[in-house]
């Protein structure tokens, strides 16, 4: 098989190559960063999501904490999603090269190069890929019951993922019943029996922890949504992204046989899409969204005939290249060429967190404390050190919210960090006294302030009660056992 493929996996190799000096060229981001914190502090949840990322992470810290070894299970990732598309396409009959290509296709695409960029639902491509696979194969094959468990344990990881997943159940349960009818019952009840265990430990973190996910996702996260013809457009622009125009084009010109697969893609991709256009309405799609569907996109690249799919894998790797050779030259060009830039101290704290950790080993306090999440998450991983946030009412990244106590800081002397200057207005309403200095890494200025006699009543009137307000503001219906913001700071 090497020798027939021989040029397509010289292909796949070079731009596996190229991805792998992508991964260790780009600077550690904030969400990678602040993906680390969480595995820094297993919980049974977190404030934005439900925990899985974080538990992976977790797990994968025993062998090492590095951030290149964390992106390892992005890269392991698109090979599972290959290898789903591959073995589901064999499942329902598609000839074997046909299959093989499209699995080629896949990771030859653009999307498999950005994986990495996309932490959080790398975990949900990965659970959701093999929950699928071993759910068709429950249902195809006499072997039922233990693809039936590894199905439920695959898929409620998925939903431990993110509540995307959501979406991804309902259309393999409806395919399910349409389809296999009365065969389908024993194994649907038992996946269905495990992905609900699943469930049940996210509403009791949830009903013990303010709620924390369905308040973010669903009310804090869309509160600024406004209708908009721009996020529409988007995200029919994401879809063609992905698909391609070519792809488009040699799906257009295909005709599709009303199989088992068709029926498959049909249901999960027009509930994806319905839901999609849906939400673009008012918000902004980012390709993110879209990668729990991927695998079943380019499956519909398995009815295109073989001469067809030969010329998508070589347009697919020419586009890919030119993704290669932006993305390498960028991340190539030295900092400095971009000190003009307004955001030249985030480019700087990036690329050279290490040299921002060695300034920062002057400041003797215990804690230094950030303004932003993304700082905290940054300098935390790589100073070893814990950095917490203060001074902070952004919707995102409220970990910190559980993980300090801002009442012990009453009265006391703190450190501030900052990549632009601190208000003083804020410092002299928030302190008793402060003093103000900064440092200077590759050309980027950074600002310190120590505040003495930190004022814990304008701290709680001016940011607890905003907080309060707009992320702990749990509605009148749901029961609530327990919530630590609420107990800590309000209770009577």
């Not at 303010?210 to 994401?238: H, K, M, P, Q």
């Not at 509930?271 to 993110?288: D, E, R, Y």
């Not at 569907?293 to 067809?308: A, D, G, K, N, R």
Request: net charge positive; hydrophobic share 50%.
């Amino acid at each position: 098989m090497i020798e027939r493929y021989k040029r397509e996996l010289s292909i796949l190799l070079g731009i596996f190559a190229f991805k792998i000096l992508i991964l260790w060229l780009l600077p550690l981001t904030g969400d990678e960063a602040y993906f680390i914190k969480w595995a820094h502090n297993p919980s049974m949840g977190y404030y934005d999501h439900p925990p899985m990322v974080g538990w992976v992470l977790y797990a994968m810290s025993f062998v090492s904490d590095s951030h290149l070894f964390f992106r390892s299970f992005a890269l392991l990732s698109t090979f599972v999603a290959a290898f789903v598309l591959y073995k589901i396409a064999l499942l329902y009959g598609t000839e074997r090269q046909r299959a093989l290509y499209t699995s080629f296709l896949f990771l030859a695409s653009p999307v498999d190069l950005l994986l990495v960029l996309m932490t959080n639902d790398v975990a949900l491509l990965f659970f959701s890929s093999l929950g699928t696979l071993f759910l068709l194969d429950s249902l195809e094959k006499k072997e039922w019951f233990g693809y039936a468990l590894l199905s439920g344990f695959f898929l409620g990881a998925a939903f431990l993922s993110k509540y995307f997943a959501v979406f991804l159940l309902f259309s393999l349960l409806l395919f399910s019943l349409l389809t296999y009818r009365a065969k389908a019952l024993k194994t649907v009840a038992v996946v269905a029996f495990i992905v609900l265990l699943f469930v049940a430990q996210n509403l009791h973190f949830n009903y013990n922890s303010c709620w924390n996910n369905i308040l973010f996702n669903f009310f804090a996260r869309t509160e600024d949504s406004v209708y908009g013809i721009s996020t529409v457009l988007g995200y029919f622009g994401l879809l063609l992204y992905i698909v391609t125009p070519w792809g488009f084009y040699f799906l257009l010109k295909t005709k599709f046989e009303k199989t088992t697969l068709l029926r498959l893609l049909t249901l999960i991709l027009s509930v994806a899409f319905f839901v999609f256009f849906a939400v673009s309405l008012k918000n902004n799609i980012g390709l993110h969204w879209f990668l729990l569907f991927t695998p079943y996109i380019f499956l519909l690249f398995s009815f295109i005939q073989m001469e067809h799919l030969q010329k998508l894998f070589n347009y697919n790797a020419i586009f890919t290249s030119l993704h290669i050779i932006i993305l390498v030259t960028a991340l190539l060009l030295p900092t400095s060429l971009l000190k003009e830039h307004k955001k030249y101290s985030d480019i700087v704290m990036y690329t050279q967190p290490e040299s921002i950790c060695k300034s920062l080993e002057i400041f003797d306090d215990e804690k230094i404390f950030t303004l932003s999440y993304s700082s905290a998450s940054l300098l935390s991983h790589f100073c070893k050190r814990e950095f917490n946030v203060l001074f902070n009412n952004s919707k995102y990244g409220r970990l910190d919210d559980k993980l300090l106590d801002v009442r012990e800081l009453k009265g006391r002397d703190i450190t501030l960090f900052h990549k632009a200057p601190i208000e003083e207005k804020l410092l002299t309403q928030a302190c008793n006294s402060f003093s103000l200095e900064s440092f200077k890494s590759d050309g980027a200025t950074f600002y310190m302030a120590t505040c003495k006699g930190f004022n814990y009543e304008f701290y709680k009137k001016n940011y607890l009660n905003l907080q309060n307000e707009k992320f702990y503001s749990i509605p009148s219906w749901l029961p609530v056992g327990a919530c630590y913001f609420k107990e800590r700071y309000y209770a009577k």
